[in-house]
């Protein structure tokens, strides 16, 4: 599935996390990248799952039918990780990446227009767990 074969307009994320880490994340890589459309951020404060997945969807409508949707999840099985699911069961054009970082972000916003849908979730997961390294300032 391609982008061109399934008439996907844009590929947009949600950034769905705990607190406020979502938020911060987008508006540190608003501080690295400068502007940039197709990114929101939603956190899991005082809301239930099902709202939560509300929302998601009230994002995914407002932005258009065209749109594709990388649901990036700070934690797979925790309350995000629910909401993000249940939205993913319901909607063609929807994948879920967890474990988000900063890098995995930066590697959205600066290859979705390199990537087909299909192989950027995959790409952006690679880029997650290659930023992740235990260094021993010793060795170097």
Do not use: W
Not at 87 to 114: C, Q, T, Y
């Amino acid at each position: 599935m391609t982008q061109s074969t399934v008439g996907i307009r844009m590929i947009s994320a949600i950034v769905v996390t705990h607190g406020r880490l979502g938020a911060e994340l987008v508006a540190t890589a608003h501080k690295i990248l400068g502007d940039f459309s197709g990114v929101y951020s939603l956190s899991n404060e005082d809301k239930t799952p099902q709202i939560l997945a509300q929302e998601i969807e009230g994002i995914m409508e407002h932005a258009g039918s065209e749109d594709a949707f990388i649901l990036l999840v700070d934690f797979l099985f925790g309350s995000c990780g629910h909401a993000t699911l249940a939205v993913e069961r319901n909607h063609r054009n929807v994948s879920i990446v967890s474990g988000v970082n900063l890098p995995m972000l930066l590697a959205f916003l600066n290859k979705r227009n390199e990537f087909s849908f299909a192989r950027l979730p995959a790409e952006l997961a690679a880029r997650g767990r290659d930023s992740i390294q235990s260094v021993d300032t010793d060795q170097l």
